[in-house]
């Protein structure tokens, strides 16, 4: 049973397109999170959630909107997609707030074109 | 990440040590990570040490943590192909779990 999973693995998408990433975990963990990881293989923190609570937005553009339906549950749409949004996206777990031993998940990979 | 570097690439021979240098900036840093990424999957945790901590030991991993020059290093004994990766150095400087991560370290293993 995978931990933490997220779908879609690829995207492809156009310009200006909508799209959203979804991601669930089975561990039983409080918090979750959102990484963007470049192509330099840069990782940043995007988003925390808390029990369905916000806890960390970093500057992200507005056009990502994450939400978390329940504590299993952390989903990402992008609006208005730009070619800078080309990155691999990773959820991620913790058991806990203020822990970094984060569980991540495989990552979903978003090609702008 | 700006706060956190690494060297970019090492190359080590099968059965070698391999070395992995960070240095962070962040004094208050209270946890250090290191993870590891292998080809097309996420990052998994392979140890952590506390900041008052100066060495860490789990089987072929040894972690040094310097705080004055706020320098960290994961060393790898006996170093296997399965230990081709990249591995990432990571601080926690606040109670929110928000971890600072290094670019990465490119670890290939040669036979």
């Known amino acids: ?113 | 990440g700006e706060d956190v570097e690494q060297s970019l690439f090492l190359s080590v021979r099968e059965g070698d040590s391999s070395v992995i240098n960070c240095t962070y900036t962040d004094s208050s840093s209270t946890y250090l990570y290191w993870y590891k990424q292998e080809p097309g999957a996420g990052l998994q945790l392979l140890t952590y040490i506390f900041s008052n901590m100066d060495m860490k030991q789990d089987q072929r991993l040894t972690v040094l943590l310097n705080k004055k020059d706020k320098h960290l290093s994961l060393r790898i004994a006996d170093t296997q192909t399965g230990d081709s990766a990249i591995y990432f150095c990571a601080e926690s400087t606040d109670s929110w779990g928000k971890l600072q991560f290094g670019a990465g370290t490119q670890v290939v293993v040669t036979p």
């Open chain 1, 1 to 113: 049973d995978t931990a933490v999973s997220q779908t879609p693995k690829y995207l492809v998408t156009q310009m200006g397109n909508d799209k959203s990433i979804k991601c669930e975990q089975n561990l039983g963990h409080d918090t979750m999170y959102w990484y963007k990881q470049d192509s330099k293989k840069f990782l940043k923190i995007m988003f925390s959630y808390n029990n369905k609570e916000l806890i960390i937005n970093e500057t992200v553009p507005n056009r990502f909107s994450p939400k978390s339906p329940d504590k299993a549950h952390l989903n990402l749409h992008i609006n208005s997609l730009e070619l800078g949004d080309s990155a691999v996206y990773f959820c991620a777990s913790s058991q806990s707030l203020g822990t970094g031993e984060l569980f991540f998940g495989e990552g979903s990979r978003l090609t702008v074109l």
